[in-house]
């Protein structure tokens, strides 16, 4: 920890000296919602001095928010979870392409926007989890799940789910829009239940029986680990997962990220911000403190996340993923998923 602070203060103070906008605050829009985020603002502002001003809300209310400011928008950064938003902000023209050799190096090419708007800092694997005793054959891929033999069995979260969308996208993606559609079709005829809740209360549906197989982001289930989920952690160990397509495409991968506004009054230091949620130490919090896979190699996992244990990830350009949504909410739609 000591260690990864002291490299950083360094490397900022070397910038910092020569900088003038070097107190410049920073207006953060964030749509992140846990706690432990305080902490990677507050360790920002120790080592470098820059206030972050944080302003929360629902992303989509935050881009539409920027898109009424225009070009006397406060924001300097917005930060948000899953591919399907950063790509909105994107076509929604509030963020800028910016050049950073720190943010090039460390976050892996395919968790980039091709014109460097949002960059990857974590990471989500969406799984697939399910009751141990009465699924003795649980499917290995997505394209599973909409197998016949599960009809009645599954619980998933509504279509108007980014985390899904995202999904979908990746679907037709890896298997072409026809596949896509069929496999939506499919799902829907699968559900155990119209959808409902968040990605926990697929879990708690395991618990409760009323669901024999889930699907949902592997940070849900690692935060039951960690500490007390009502509803879900004292019967956690009913649970099985399974890292879907590990002999094909890997394991569907969520992405929490964030850009430059384009407007940002203090670009400068949104920069460094943004540096600084690549830095090991941020990457770290990632991990330890919202059960998330950091984007950065290299980086240790939380024991909450790393019980979940290897996988293959996939590592399709999520930049191209994006461009699939639109097409993704009309098979939605055109199937009937709720
Ligand atoms: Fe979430």
């Not at 989509?60 to 400011?69: F, K, P, S, V």
């Not at 950063?86 to 950073?100: F, T």
């Not at 141990?132 to 799940?145: F, G, M, S």
């Amino acid at each position: 920890m000591l260690k990864a602070t002291t490299i950083l203060a360094g490397t900022l103070a070397a910038t910092l000296a020569t900088s003038a906008a070097a107190e410049g605050e920073v207006n953060l829009y964030s749509s992140r919602h846990y706690d432990t985020d305080e902490r990677l603002y507050s360790d920002f502002e120790e080592a470098t001095g820059i206030t972050i001003n944080r302003i929360e809300g629902k992303a989509d209310e935050l881009i539409a928010r920027m898109t009424a400011e225009g070009a006397n928008s406060p924001a300097d950064i917005l930060l948000t979870v899953d591919t399907s938003r950063l790509a909105r902000a994107k076509n929604a023209g509030v963020l800028q392409s910016i050049d950073s050799d720190v943010l090039e190096t460390s976050v892996p090419g395919y968790l980039q926007d091709a014109d460097n708007q949002w960059f990857g800092f974590s990471q989500r694997a969406r799984i697939i989890f399910y009751d141990k005793a009465d699924v003795a054959n649980p499917p290995r891929t997505y394209l599973d799940l909409a197998d016949p033999a599960y009809k009645g069995l599954v619980c998933i979260r509504s279509s108007s789910n980014t985390y899904n969308q995202t999904l979908l996208a990746s679907i037709i993606t890896h298997h072409g829009a026809e596949v896509a559609k069929d496999w939506a079709e499919g799902m829907v005829a699968n559900m155990a239940r119209a959808p409902q809740g968040g990605d926990t209360d697929q879990l708690r549906g395991i618990v409760s029986g009323e669901c024999e197989i889930s699907v949902a982001n592997s940070y849900y289930f690692a935060r039951s680990i960690r500490k007390e989920v009502k509803g879900l952690s004292a019967d956690r160990d009913m649970i099985g997962w399974i890292f879907p397509s590990q002999d094909a495409e890997g394991a569907h991968m969520n992405l929490s990220g964030g850009g430059v506004a384009a407007h940002a009054p203090n670009r400068d230091n949104a920069v460094k911000f943004l540096e600084y949620l690549a830095s090991e130490k941020a990457q770290q919090y990632f991990s330890a403190g919202n059960d998330e896979f950091p984007a950065v190699p290299g980086i240790g996992l939380a024991p909450s996340i790393a019980a979940l244990g290897h996988f293959k990830p996939d590592d399709v350009n999520l930049s191209e993923v994006a461009k699939n949504i639109p097409e993704a909410q009309k098979i939605f739609d055109a199937v009937g998923w709720e």
